[in-house]
């Protein structure tokens, strides 16, 4: 699946500031690492504060913090923030005129099926751990080999 | 696999008991809406009678929280030996105690004590729940996909 720029780094900006909670992070460490303009990243970060995923501070020590649960919130609950047609439309009998037609979308719809499934199963914490047992896994690797 | 496993909230898991069952069908039932009462026996006495498979019930003050049925299978669908997750359910009052995850580990502990590593399980697709649950403890999808058909 393809997901706009905007998903993509507002994904990648929630889980950097899941991962460091009551952390208030400059919204310029955030550009910096995810190489996006800090005006193309203040219009997501608006969204994700109307959402209430988020919250911005102004001022000297101000930034953004993560206050959503990490636990709960899913990729599928970030990506419909910004996503409005990215699941095949339900089809109506004036697209699909015939037996095949109507069987071509009903594959399709079995494919959004496991991709909304996947998405709506995968928490920011299950990232962020998993993130964490690779990282666990290289580290460990790294010292048997250094060993060896 | 050993049995009596305590942890610092007094929760403690055990191999299944027939007393057990009772209990067990009942949480069953509330969870799926349908009673089975000669499924979980045929799964209660399949622990006795293969090694392979485990029936591990958690209780928290003597009361049972949750179980969970672990069996290794070899070859099935081509795969080599793996460890299946074929059920787990926590009561809904023990919900949200990590008792899900403590049987979650009993049970990956048993494979991995007969030396396997890869853990394999099967859900309803629409399950966002219990699938979440499975993701969290750090399963993704694996090599293998379930098709199905109603034949005419």
Same mark, same amino acid.
């Given at each position: 699946m393809k997901l706009q720029q905007a998903t993509r780094y507002s994904i990648l900006a929630v889980l950097h500031m899941a991962s460091r909670p009551n952390e208030q992070i400059p919204a310029s460490e955030l550009a910096d690492i995810y190489g996006v303009s800090q005006h193309h990243l203040a219009k997501v970060l608006r969204t994700l504060s109307r959402a209430r995923i988020v919250e911005s501070m102004r001022g000297a020590g101000g930034g953004c913090s993560f206050i959503g649960d990490a636990r709960k919130i899913t990729l599928y609950d970030i990506i419909r923030l910004f996503e409005d047609d990215w699941l095949t439309p339900r089809t109506t009998e004036t697209e699909a005129p015939t037996d095949v037609s109507a069987e071509l979308f009903r594959v399709l719809g079995e494919v959004d099926r496991i991709t909304a499934a996947t998405l709506q199963s995968v928490t920011l914490q299950t990232i962020i751990n998993n993130a964490e047992r690779v990282a666990r896994r290289r580290d460990q690797n790294q010292g048997n080999s250094h060993k060896a | 696999m050993p049995t009596q496993e305590h942890d610092a909230t007094g929760v403690v898991i055990d191999a299944a008991s027939y007393e057990d069952l009772q209990t067990i069908i009942k949480i069953d039932c509330n969870a =799926? %809406? *349908?009673?089975k009462p000669e499924f979980w026996l045929e799964c209660y006495k399949r622990q006795g009678a293969e090694p392979n498979s485990t029936f591990l019930v958690a209780k928290s003050d003597g009361k049972i929280a949750g179980f969970t049925i672990g069996t290794i299978k070899t070859? *099935?669908? %081509? =795969?080599?030996a793996c460890g299946w997750v074929e059920t787990i359910i926590v009561a809904p009052e023990f919900r949200g105690q990590s008792i899900g995850t403590q049987l979650f580990d009993a049970v990956v502990s048993h494979f991995r004590s007969n030396g396997i590593t890869t853990v394999r399980t099967m859900l309803d697709i629409s399950d966002h729940a219990l699938m979440s649950f499975f993701r969290f403890q750090g399963m993704s999808a694996g090599p293998f996909i379930e098709l199905e058909m109603q034949s005419e």
């Amino acid at each position: 699946m393809k997901l706009q720029q905007a998903t993509r780094y507002s994904i990648l900006a929630v889980l950097h500031m899941a991962s460091r909670p009551n952390e208030q992070i400059p919204a310029s460490e955030l550009a910096d690492i995810y190489g996006v303009s800090q005006h193309h990243l203040a219009k997501v970060l608006r969204t994700l504060s109307r959402a209430r995923i988020v919250e911005s501070m102004r001022g000297a020590g101000g930034g953004c913090s993560f206050i959503g649960d990490a636990r709960k919130i899913t990729l599928y609950d970030i990506i419909r923030l910004f996503e409005d047609d990215w699941l095949t439309p339900r089809t109506t009998e004036t697209e699909a005129p015939t037996d095949v037609s109507a069987e071509l979308f009903r594959v399709l719809g079995e494919v959004d099926r496991i991709t909304a499934a996947t998405l709506q199963s995968v928490t920011l914490q299950t990232i962020i751990n998993n993130a964490e047992r690779v990282a666990r896994r290289r580290d460990q690797n790294q010292g048997n080999s250094h060993k060896a | 696999m050993p049995t009596q496993e305590h942890d610092a909230t007094g929760v403690v898991i055990d191999a299944a008991s027939y007393e057990d069952l009772q209990t067990i069908i009942k949480i069953d039932c509330n969870a =799926s %809406g *349908e009673a089975k009462p000669e499924f979980w026996l045929e799964c209660y006495k399949r622990q006795g009678a293969e090694p392979n498979s485990t029936f591990l019930v958690a209780k928290s003050d003597g009361k049972i929280a949750g179980f969970t049925i672990g069996t290794i299978k070899t070859w *099935e669908f %081509g =795969s080599p030996a793996c460890g299946w997750v074929e059920t787990i359910i926590v009561a809904p009052e023990f919900r949200g105690q990590s008792i899900g995850t403590q049987l979650f580990d009993a049970v990956v502990s048993h494979f991995r004590s007969n030396g396997i590593t890869t853990v394999r399980t099967m859900l309803d697709i629409s399950d966002h729940a219990l699938m979440s649950f499975f993701r969290f403890q750090g399963m993704s999808a694996g090599p293998f996909i379930e098709l199905e058909m109603q034949s005419e």
